[in-house]
């Protein structure tokens, strides 16, 4: 509690009762506001309008809340009121998120003064592990690689590096992937390397497949796994990995991209596009903006208001395959820690490049992406960079038609 307005206090009630209850009033005023108000203020609230909508409507909640109090209290007792603010948006726009916050009404010299103390959880050492609950992720923490290709970046010197993220008992889609598109080096006279990234296999027979993972490494030495729990809940963990990976090893290549292991890529599209992009804090794909939260719970991607209170997403590159300049990769990685990592990966790259003030940019042409399957002709397939395809669709037969001499329109 604060001595100043403890004293504060005591001095007004020399005055009169009247002045008394008024200056408590303001006091109480105060602090109510705080409490019940930051969660429902907007980020880009405006004390104007603040004042014309909200205070009044305030003013009436605290009057009911005073004359409670003064109805209720006794000498003595103390009420408390527990409130967790919903995160809200700070002025720069990083998500900040739910602190718990106590106001106690506290009798002191018979009078009723609210204070507000705060949770300063000053932990001792070591933390104990706390689950960061079902729509958040274990990020930032310290992962290491398991299997790796530290050399890679630095002795062939790509241009683009395309990283998969794949389960590792997913070897299929991996073969599927060095067969077609991913199977070339030097594309337009520029170099392309390729990468799968994997997490830990959790369920039955790790052991087995530790050893083949070895095994398909030393054969094609594109492998990177890290030891996370690889699930689809953890995909914001393997796409920070990437980012910690493509900083530390692959810091001199121009361009990354993130491609998932069921899309079609046609590379020298690619290429040609990125000859004339910007070199620095570029992102592109299939930008959503204006992006709307699922709020039903039923949902895929549903994610709570006390998670992320505002109703749209700020403006992201849809996972299915996104391109950005390499020095993003580092800046993406501080900025991780400052926006609490939620499990939409997506969606949280967007929260992490709002926080660098850098908008994902659109393409050069929106039939570029295709987040619904084209169906394949050479014509179609020769106009696009990428797109998701139909589920027994035989890739690497794409592959070898498109790649035959001759017109494809
Ligand atoms: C203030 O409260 C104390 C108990 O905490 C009580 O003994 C005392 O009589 C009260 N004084 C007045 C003026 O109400
Ligand atoms: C806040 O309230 C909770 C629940 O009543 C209590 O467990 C906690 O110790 C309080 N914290 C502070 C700082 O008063
Ligand atoms: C995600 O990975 C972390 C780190 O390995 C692990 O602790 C956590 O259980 C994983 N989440 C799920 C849902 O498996
Ligand atoms: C975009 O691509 C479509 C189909 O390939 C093409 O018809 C159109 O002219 C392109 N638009 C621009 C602006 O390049």
Redesign the pocket.
């Known amino acids: 509690m604060d001595g100043g307005k403890m004293a504060e206090g005591r001095r007004c009630c020399i005055w009169s009762r009247r002045h008394c209850f008024f200056c408590i009033l303001v006091l109480a005023a105060l602090l109510f506001f705080y409490s019940t108000n930051m969660k429902e203020m907007p980020t880009d609230w405006n004390p104007r309008q603040w004042i014309q909508y909200t205070a009044p409507k305030w003013w009436k909640q605290l009057n009911g809340h005073i004359r409670n109090e003064f109805n209720t209290s006794r000498p003595g007792s103390t009420s ?1 009121l ?1 409130t967790a603010a919903a995160g809200f948006t700070s002025a720069n726009n990083s998500v900040v998120f739910p602190q718990t916050e ?1 106001i ?1 009404s506290t009798q002191v010299t018979n009078v009723t003064i609210t204070t507000l ?1 705060t ?1 300063a959880r000053a932990v001792p050492t070591p933390a104990p592990y706390v689950s960061p609950g079902p729509y958040l992720v274990e990020y930032p923490s310290e992962y290491h690689f398991l299997i790796n290709e530290p050399q890679k970046c630095e002795q062939q010197k790509p241009f683009l590096v395309l990283v998969v993220p794949v389960a590792p008992q997913n070897r299929a889609h991996r073969d599927i992937i060095r067969n077609s598109w991913g199977g070339e080096s030097l594309i337009l006279g520029r170099v392309v390397s390729l990468f799968f990234l994997l997490g830990l296999h959790s369920g039955e027979g790790g052991e087995q497949l530790k050893e083949q993972l070895l095994q398909e490494s030393k054969e094609h030495q594109d492998l990177i796994q890290s030891d996370f729990v690889d699930c689809y809940k953890n995909l914001t963990i393997k796409t920070m990995v990437m980012l910690e990976w493509l900083d530390s090893y692959c810091s001199s290549v121009s361009y990354a991209m993130k491609i998932d292991s069921d899309m079609f890529l046609n590379v020298p599209n690619l290429i040609n596009m990125l000859i004339s992009a910007p070199k620095t804090n570029y992102m592109t794909g299939l930008v959503a903006s204006e992006g709307a939260v699922l709020r039903d719970p039923k949902s895929k991607w549903f994610l709570p208001v006390e998670v992320y209170p505002h109703p749209v997403y700020p403006r992201y590159a849809l996972g299915l395959g996104y391109i950005f300049s390499l020095d993003l990769a580092k800046k993406l990685v501080e900025a991780s820690r400052h926006v609490k990592a939620v499990y939409i990966e997506d969606v949280y790259l967007g929260l992490c490049m709002q926080h660098l003030g850098i908008p994902p940019t659109n393409p050069p042409n929106w039939s570029y992406f295709n987040v619904f399957p084209v169906s394949y002709s050479r014509c179609a397939y020769s106009r696009l960079i990428a797109t998701t395809t139909q589920e027994n669709i035989d890739r690497v037969w794409i592959w070898k038609d498109l790649k035959k001499p001759g017109r494809t329109c």
Do not use: E, H, L
Request: charge should be neutral; aromatic fraction near 0%; avoid cysteine.
């Open positions: 408390q527990t106590n106690t103390t949770n």
